[in-house]
């Protein structure tokens, strides 16, 4: 079995990655073909979370244990199949590149190809630049810290919360499809 798994960020807007890998690959096989699509370095620190519909992330798949005195069962990459954890049209994951500032790709798997198999995994689909892999800390920080300060003091008239212009629809899940993948 095939499953098709496409990628995108938060951060750049017209990227888009869809990899087809077998179901029996690892999680390490996933994370090599990803970084090899986006061009980064295999060798950083990564996770994938396994995650429910609404994004909260539920399993963590790790490239090296780390926390041994954790309740939860540990999933090391290299010892996960696919399928172990992966097995519904829908699925959601994050890809978790970037530890010191926690920045993510967000996955869906789209498809699910039975009586398919793979050798290696193929990047099917790619659209746009990937953000870059790592970013400077203290930069990242100054940003967090400005956008804060910003919505901090940012002025609201009277007509803020009640404005005839606002529309409860706004906040619909149609507006999100970047986010959910409904495209």
């Known amino acids: 079995m095939v499953y ?3 990628i995108v960020s938060d951060e750049v807007e017209n990227f888009k990655r869809e990899i087809k890998i077998d179901a029996d690959a ?15 370095d295999k060798n950083q620190l990564s996770s994938f979370f396994i995650c429910d519909d609404n994004w909260e992330k539920r399993q963590e798949v790790t490239l090296e244990e780390m926390d041994t005195s954790s ?21 959601h994951l994050m890809f978790t590149f970037d530890y010191m500032t926690d920045r993510s790709f ?17 990047c099917s689909l790619s ?7 790592t970013v400077d800390l203290d930069e990242f920080v100054a940003k967090v ?12 008239d ?3 919360y009640g404005s005839d212009s606002y ?7 149609a507006g999100f499809d970047e986010m959910t993948f409904d495209q």
Do not use: H, W
């Not at 954890?85 to 699925?91: C, H, N």
């Not at 967000?106 to 193929?122: A, Q, R, Y």
């Not at 956008?147 to 002025?155: N, P, V, W």
């Not at 529309?167 to 899940?173: Q, S």
């Open 26 to 40: 690892t999680f390490l096989d996933l994370k090599n073909a990803i970084c090899d699509a986006v061009d980064f």
């Open 158 to 160: 009277e007509d803020f």
């Open 167 to 173: 529309n409860d629809d706004e906040f619909d899940a």
């Open 106 to 122: 967000f996955m869906e798997m789209k498809e699910l190809i039975p009586g398919s198999n793979l050798m290696d995994p193929i």
């Open 145 to 156: 810290d400005a956008k804060a300060a910003a919505a901090a003091t940012e002025d609201f």
């Open 4 to 6: 098709n798994f496409r």
């Open 71 to 91: 309740d939860q069962d540990v999933y090391l990459m290299e010892d996960t199949l696919l399928s172990d954890l992966i097995d519904d049209e829908g699925q």
């Open 127 to 133: 659209l746009g630049k990937a953000p870059q892999q």
